[in-house]
């Protein structure tokens, strides 16, 4: 990993240094109001399809890690103005899971936090609980809507918010920006290589490498937390991973936080660390290349244009930097780069200090038949949302199934499919086929509307700004190239209206909101590997985005003039969720054995030194039963005397909850917990317990119970 650190301001290509507003914290005075806030939103742990590689057989069976919502509130020093951007452990954001915030914060604070002011960001870990989304085609792997999932990422993003009020201070925020290297690349780089010329030689890499920060502290300069945004898909963690996890944004965040506050356990933290998205759409951090683990191929690159090896995708992986050791080590590399890019400008002296006008402008649009001008004078008009046969062939992060693969024009498409894809909204029709013009249409999902709509039309446009930084706030996954447009247009139209200067920084994270799926430059879209496959509203998606949020830019001017029209609202489609999933009936204990029994006991007196697993199995019930939020499924106790102290709970990472069902029928499972003894462990006794929850047949409520392995040694 190399780190290259510049404290300035740039909107995109290669970076100016910035003059003048160097200071610190304790030179000035507070400038704005802060409030930082954390809190769990771990769902249904088991049984739940994950969400992001639309796997069906990618079902939980257990925790790595629990998924959090951090939120980061900014606001003017008379409070009158504000925003709230909230970085959350989920895949992206969506329509039902805001509207569901924004509900509960109506009651909460009346007129405070609002459509215009509230921003939902997911880290796009792909190894998140799914169900949570309002639309049928992220539907379809996690069979239906999951209540619990939802209700749980809503609860937790609104107890974040209201942790950040609750703890609003005077303080200050500064900007930090480094160059990180070996923590990403592009995935599709024969797409991007289809962008002009000139235009890539703009640019050194063909990803983003800055890690941008927005330190938080307080009037007297102690550190609070930060807000930090970098480009790198949250798959770090492979389709075959079934452990809940943060993947490597949460891992990054894990680390930070118990850098500052290592006594604290995670979750219970003051000190809160954000690592939000950034142009996400074609980057991975498999940093060693993708590479055919399977058949003649193995162990060769696969092929450059279209990521197959022997002519099909699936034998085409990644390989992330610890992948000799495991796709958990790439993981914790990937996660601990971020971590130390974020520590290099938090430990520097002086950064650039913002000042100025807190503001915030949200608009809904309608993406499905969205006209503008082009720059040329030409009129064009996004498509209503469609995906191609490229989007079917996955990524070489995650490849699809069946005979499909990236860069592929749906000349070759068999019978089979085509019968399939007429009962997604019918053949598309000749207007539609011609907007979507080249990609071959297979989903024809914006006229796909039972039971409920396939696809989002109406999607949300947001944008922050404090002092000379912008943010914006999008509902896809943009490509590299693609966030670089937007920003460099959204800047020079800010320094064209006398907004900001030449030095602003122009900041685009997502997914956010809603989801959309991705946004490349047309030139990409010609290419139609899955990032252009997969932008839904067809060739001008990124043209049209330009165009929306120059409209947008005068809105969070120093001038206090009316918001925009909202836009049209889209649909909620909450009440009309389906579910296929079958709540918990029952556990049962074999006859002579009751719930948490030890099935697998530890060596009694053995000693375990760093690097070593410890495991322990107990009879278990479904982990349904209770999802235990701002709690934990299992402790690591080191004897105090006559005290047990707890050291770990599943919200580390050196712990895994691993449950498997013993029998469907009689409604019997066991749980196994390991803990990999850590490098600075204490000395001491140690043992590990389980908490769980049972369901009688016969009772409405689960009963607790737990269950306390032998103890044991930890060495030196």
Known sequence: MLLVTCYCFAGSGRMMPFFDTFSTTAEQGATYQLGLGIADITG????????????????????????????????????????????????????????????????????????????????????????????VLPQITSRGFVRESYEAIVQGIVLSVQRAHESLKPGNVELGVTTLLDTNIN?????????????????????????????????????????SFFSVHGTSLYRNNTLISGDNKGMAAYLYESFMEPDTPPGNNSFVAGFFQASV?????????????????????????????NGQAQGCQGRGPGFRISDYESNR???????????????????????????????????????????????????????????????????GKFDFTQNRNGTEENLFWRYVKSGIGGQPTEAQAHCHLPKPIL??????????????????????????????????????????????????????????????????????????????????????????????????????YKSIFTSLVSYVSDAAIPLPNPGPSPPDLRSEQKSFHLPVVS????????????????????????????????????????????????????????????????SHPSTLFEWTRTSTILGTSVVNITWVVEKHAQPGLYRIRY????????GRQPSPFEGVSSSFTVGV
């Open 281 to 309: 759409g074609d980057t991975s951090p498999n940093t060693e290349g993708a590479f055919c683990e399977t058949g003649e191929d193995a162990g060769q690159p696969c092929t450059y244009e279209n990521s197959t090896c």
């Open 44 to 135: 249904p742990i088991v049984e739940i399809n994950l969400m992001g590689y639309a796997d069906s057989s990618q079902l939980g069976t257990g925790l790595h890690m629990r998924m959090r919502s951090r939120a980061f509130l900014v606001a003017s020093e008379d409070l009158r103005d504000r925003w709230v951007l909230v970085n959350a452990d989920i895949c992206m954001g969506d329509t039902a899971v805001r509207l569901g915030v924004l509900e509960k914060l109506a009651e909460l604070y009346p007129g405070l936090y609002t459509t215009q002011n509230v921003a939902i960001v997911g880290t796009h870990s792909h190894a998140g609980v799914g169900g949570y989304m309002q639309n």
């Open 443 to 544: 989903f024809n999902s914006g006229f796909a509307h039972k039971p409920y709509d396939w696809s989002p039309s109406i999607v949300d446009m947001q944008m922050f700004r404090i002092g000379e930084t912008i943010i914006l706030i999008v509902p896809a996954e943009f490509t590299t190239m693609a966030g670089r447009r937007l920003m460099e247009t959204i800047k020079s139209e800010l320094f064209t209206q006398g907004i900001v200067g030449e030095d602003a920084r122009v900041i685009l994270t997502g997914p956010a909101n809603a989801y959309s799926h991705y946004v490349s430059t047309p030139e990409e879209y010609q290419i139609q590997r899955y990032e252009g496959a997969s932008t839904l509203f067809g060739p001008w998606t990124l043209d049209a």
């Open 333 to 399: 590399i990937i996660g601990y780069n971020q971590f130390q890019a974020a520590k290099k400008i938090m430990s520097s002296p002086t950064r650039a200090l913002l000042s100025g006008n807190v503001r915030a402008v949200h608009q809904y649009v309608d993406m499905s038949e969205y006209k503008f001008k082009l720059s040329n004078g030409t009129d064009v008009s996004t498509c209503p949302p469609a995906l191609g046969y490229g989007f079917a062939g996955g990524t070489s992060d995650g490849a």
């Open 587 to 650: 556990d049962a204990a074999p006859f002579g054995r009751a719930f948490g029994s030890v099935v697998h006991d530890i060596e009694e007196n053995r000693t375990f030194y760093p690097g070593e697993s410890v495991s322990a199995t107990f009879q278990g019930a479904n982990p349904r039963n209770n999802m235990r939020l701002e709690d934990t499924y299992l402790r690591v106790e080191v004897a105090e005397g006559t005290e047990w102290r707890t050291v770990r709970t599943d």
């Open 691 to 698: 908490l769980g929850d049972s369901k009688s047949i016969w």
């Open 187 to 227: 995935r599709s780089p024969f797409a991007y290589s289809a962008n002009p010329l000139e235009e890539r030689e703009k640019y050194e890499y063909d990803q983003d490498k800055d890690l941008v920060l927005l330190r938080f502290a307080d009037a007297k300069g102690s550190d609070r937390g930060f807000a």
